[in-house]
């Protein structure tokens, strides 16, 4: 995506094209982009959303079961990720949980809280995208059309769409997402943008996405396919205790997918597989009032029963409970509440919920997602490097960091008009 072109093409390209002025232009027709849509058209000027996609907000609407996580009760800076940690504070605090959630209540989408303080609709994510819809007109939507180039002019930008129109904007909002989920269409292309235009752009990796492991361990975790507990999963410097769940391929479940914004290749993952009691103390009292019980019963009594009886061919314990000494009992619970692994990789993009990393804070401005640099230009959404844990946080984000751009738009086409 070019960023500069020569005059003699550019006059050539909009003597032919449809020619769009604008106030702003916003690539994406996401979550954010939408979001961001929906404030900077209360400035007065002209807005305009573009999207290679058929439909817009896809992602909201496969989302959570078709369900929607679009928030959650706990939302603070703590649960991103990002080389700033603080840099999320001001978008956070000055649009919050609760005023999405009042927005839901005034378009009447009914919602409820599962675990965690995750908010799901009580019917359909597409409701939120009609309401998104509903919020951002006057603002138009080009659907089926990307950006092809992007210029730098004088007073703004120049960007050639594929439909054949060129678009002449003030504001250019750049709310194109990560690569998660490519069949969707992601590509990356934010960053490519980002760094056309100077910035810098972090390491990118997938996020909230199933661990994988190697052959020998694939053949273990097969034959578990489908067995699911709580598990309390530590890796990064950081835990987390939530559902866990066997593969054919590794591992999955809530716990799993958080650890794997923070895991990186070569490292080690530890698992505790009774996180809410002590094993040994269970184990022990058991083996006073049933010690003939055979030891994969008795893992049973704690543990789902096909992984007990996984536990009792990979450990050799062949025998009754009573045969157990407490030294024997206590280094068998030992490997139930510290079992250590090292994944080979993850399921990658394919699965992948977010993209970890993005386009450097650095060069931001947080309290408007401008560029510092470059006057005009925004960032916001999943292509900023910004990335939320599980359970609503990203879309929590794309409000807010929506809203930060918007409001910032719509302050300046206002004062453009008076």
């Known amino acids: 995506m070019a960023v500069m072109a020569g005059q003699k093409a550019k006059t050539e390209r909009t003597d032919m094209a449809q020619v769009l002025n604008c106030h702003a232009l916003i690539l994406g027709a996401g979550a954010a982009g939408l979001q961001a849509a929906a404030f900077a058209a209360r400035g007065g000027g002209r807005v305009i959303v573009v999207d290679h996609a058929r439909a817009p907000g896809e992602k909201i609407r496969i989302s959570g079961g078709g369900k929607c996580n679009f928030t959650n009760l706990n939302t603070t800076p703590a649960q991103f990720i990002s080389e700033n940690p603080h840099f999320a504070k001001s978008a956070l605090s000055r649009y919050s949980e609760w005023d999405f959630i009042n927005l839901m209540k005034r378009h009447g989408i009914a919602f409820h809280e599962k675990t965690l303080g995750q908010l799901f609709c009580d019917g359909s994510s597409k409701e939120i995208i009609s309401m998104l819809l509903a919020e951002m007109r006057p603002a138009e939507l080009r659907l089926g059309t990307s950006a092809t180039s992007i210029d730098r002019r004088h007073d703004g930008f120049e960007v050639a769409l594929s439909d054949g129109a060129v678009a002449r904007t003030r504001n250019l909002i750049v709310a194109t997402g990560g690569k998660s989920i490519p069949k969707m269409g992601a590509s990356g292309v934010g960053y490519r943008v980002a760094e056309d235009f100077g910035h810098r752009v972090t ?39 939530e559902g866990m769940l066997f593969t054919h391929r590794g591992l999955s479940g809530p716990s799993i997918l958080q650890i794997s914004s923070y895991w990186r290749e070569g490292s080690e993952i530890e698992i505790n597989l009774a996180p809410s009691a002590d094993p040994y103390q269970q184990l022990r009292a058991l083996r006073t009032e049933a010690g003939k019980k055979s030891m994969g019963n008795a893992l049973a009594s704690i543990l789902a029963a096909r992984l007990a009886a996984d536990i009792v061919t990979a450990t050799g314990l062949n025998c009754n409970l009573g045969d157990m000494s407490d030294t024997r009992l206590r280094a068998l619970c030992d490997q139930l509440t510290a079992w250590r692994l090292r994944p080979t990789g993850s399921e990658g993009y394919r699965t992948a919920e977010v993209t970890v990393g993005g386009v450097s804070t650095a060069g931001l401005n947080p309290r408007t997602m401008e560029s510092l640099s470059v006057q005009g230009l925004f960032f916001i959404g999943e292509v900023v490097d910004v990335t939320g844990w599980l359970g609503g946080y990203n879309f929590q984000w794309a409000w807010s960091s929506g809203f930060a751009a918007g409001t910032e738009i719509a302050r300046r086409s206002s004062a453009q008009a008076a």
């Open 203 to 241: 390491e990118t990796r997938p996020g909230l996405v199933p661990l994988t492991f190697e052959p020998r361990m694939i053949d273990r975790f097969g034959k578990l396919a489908g067995v699911s507990l709580p598990a309390k999963v530590t890796g990064g410097g950081i835990s987390f205790e």
